[in-house]
């Protein structure tokens, strides 16, 4: 199949273009790099069934021919991008997202749309099943990117109801693993590039708060295997191995053998308390679990980050170096 990958230069989308390419499809992807990177596709830029097109999804598709796939993966993910990139992040979901499904509409192409555990806020029910509603501030800080993903998640359905697309929606919740950006200021690419620095951890709040954390190939492997369902429904797709804050820092200074220890820090504003999937929609309609122990996963990750800081230095894990 031909398939367009939006933000196909990011963290998630690279990984499932490669992914898609390895499966014998023709890929394209389009990202205007404002939290992608090129390095992020270096592997395969010069395959010959890959194709990378810079442009601002908000403005436009500016690529011809027909497409039978389409992942709307582009948005910034991370909660300091989206409050840095405010306005594109909200356009992004909703000229980003129809534009999308305008095109779809065109090509007859099948769409799959990269939500977020987000759209649950701040979850009053635990872990989040698909069928509950949400509890997110829609005026606070971390709005821009909620609001926008459960816009896109109405835009969707509205398309599928009315226009007759073919739909799928993923809920992805928080992903880790190579290619994490090292500035982009969640707790995984921080944590690593603190220990890896001898530095303190810094732990937002008391570090009580939880996180259910699944590796990158766990996610794209379920996102591959939604698109080809027939399930039209938004699908969890995260692993249920929930840890706090403070068990991450442990478990990272323990594995790196940092000195450093913790130093906390002011909690952010409307951040979670805790987080996790119920992931029985996944494992009954898409046959998915994840399959990748949080050990192994950590372990290929700091190794990614000690390779990367020894080759383009600690310089990336600064937050000016965009
Ligand atoms: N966090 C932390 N230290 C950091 C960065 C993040 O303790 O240096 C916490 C943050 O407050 C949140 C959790 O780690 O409770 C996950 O944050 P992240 O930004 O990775 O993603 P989120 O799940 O909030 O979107």
Known sequence: MRILVTGGAGFVPSHLCERLLADGHDVVALDNYITGHTRNIAGFRDHPAFSLVEADLIEGIPIEGRFDRIFHMASPASPIDYVELPFETLYVGADGTRNVLRRAKADGARVLFASTSEVYGDPAVHPQVESYWGNVNPIGPRSVYDEAKRFSEALMMAFHRYEKVETRIVRIFNTYGPRMRA????????????????????????????????????????????????????????????????????????????????????????????????????????????????????????????????????????????
Request: with cysteine; proline share 7%.
């Open 183 to 322: 500035n982009d200021g969640r707790v995984v690419p921080n944590f690593i590039s603190q220990a890896l620095q001898g530095q303190a951890l810094t732990v937002y709040g008391d570090g009580t708060q939880t996180r259910s954390f699944c590796f990158v190939s766990d996610l794209v492997d379920g996102i591959v295997k939604l698109m080809e369902s027939d399930l039209v429904e938004p699908c969890n797709i995260g692993n249920p191995h929930e840890l706090s804050m403070l068990q991450l820092a442990e478990e990272i200074n323990r594995i790196t053998g940092n000195p450093g220890g913790l130093v906390h820090k002011p909690l952010p504003k409307d951040d979670p308390t805790r987080r996790r999937p119920d992931t029985t929609r996944a494992r009954t309609n898409l046959d998915w679990s994840p399959q990748v122990p949080f050990d192994q996963g950590i372990a290929r990750t700091i190794a990614y980050f000690a390779d990367l800081f020894e080759k383009e230095g600690y310089g990336l894990s600064k937050r000016d170096a965009r």
